[in-house]
Nanobody
Framework: QVQLVESGGGLVQAGGSLRLSCAVS????????MGWFRQAPGKEREFVGR????????YYAGSVKGRFTISRDNAKNTAYLQMNSLKPEDTAVYYC??????????????????WGQGTQVTVAS
């Protein structure tokens, strides 16, 4: 069983930064590509970005590209989402997810087998 725990959410002013962490336990962290998703009130959960198991490949949704950066530390079993230049429309619950497939282009939530509980990010205008 794989457990994912997000942390680092909070309230930030527009233009500010936050770094979210996703600690993974239960299985070999480096066996998974990791994704980040978010869900705003009344909206569907949407893809934010993904990082390959080696950390060498990342890709992002257009709405966050250039502002958000995903990284990982396999020695610490942790993935990160660095969020800069935050906007009020970034307000959402952010989730990390693990995918045991290494196929490129997996951006749909059903493609990810394991999920964290989410952490709230609120960006004030």
């Amino acid at each position: 069983q794989v457990q994912l725990v997000e942390s680092g959410g909070g309230l930030v002013q527009a233009g500010g930064s936050l770094r979210l962490s996703c600690a993974v336990s239960g299985r070999t962290f480096s066996s998974y590509d990791m994704g980040w998703f978010r869900q705003a009130p009344g909206k569907e959960r949407e893809f934010v970005g993904r990082i390959s198991r080696s950390g060498g490949v990342t890709y992002y949704a257009g709405s966050v590209k250039g502002r958000f950066t995903i990284s990982r530390d396999n020695a610490k079993n942790t993935a990160y989402l660095q969020m800069n230049s935050l906007k009020p429309e970034d307000t959402a619950v952010y989730y990390c997810a693990a995918d045991d497939s290494s196929s490129v282009g997996r951006i749909l939530k059903y493609e990810y087998a394991y999920w964290g509980q989410g952490t709230q990010v609120t960006v004030a205008s």
